[in-house]
């Protein structure tokens, strides 16, 4: 994995981050080896665009008080995160509060460790750049990803509905500190 750069993510970066972004997500949640969860295409298409598309990319690395990190190879990306001022619907949520938005690695490079070395980055910047606790949004099904927060020092703290157009995921809310 020497050959792999973490970095940060830059504008010029957005046009690719968006196609792995979206491929990710439907590797993740939508395809057969994946948690093949049956989304409406009128729901799963403008959410992949909404959240996915280049514009939406090119907001969150331009966001204030936000880090978006990459794993490249030879100019593959690989891997990436986002964290940013949280926006978990949680009553004990502040401003100055930091959220791990997003956390994915391509199908191909899974199993090179990019996805632990992004979550302590991750964390470690989300703890200098918090005045409170970490949050972390992940869905009720993934209970790969609930398990490696948990070891991370994540306990449930709440539940709610995520959008994806129409259709409602069931997440849980996760809290460190």
Known sequence: MTDVLIRPARLEDADALAELG???FLDTFVAEDGFAIPYPEADL???LDD???P????RRIEEDRSGYWLAERDGVFLAYANAGPNGLPHPDARDGDQELRRIYVDKAAQGLGLG???LALSLDWMETHSTGPLW???WSGNLKA???????GFTKAGEYEYPVGAWRDHEFILRRG
Do not use: D, E
């Not at 609930?146 to 991370?152: H, I, P, R, V």
């Open 22 to 24: 979206r491929r990710t």
């Open 45 to 47: 298409l403008p959410y």
């Open 51 to 53: 959240s996915f598309g």
């Open 55 to 58: 514009a939406a990319v090119r």
């Open 116 to 118: 632990t070395k992004l």
């Open 136 to 138: 972390i949004g992940v």
């Open 146 to 152: 609930q398990k490696l927060y948990a070891g991370n």
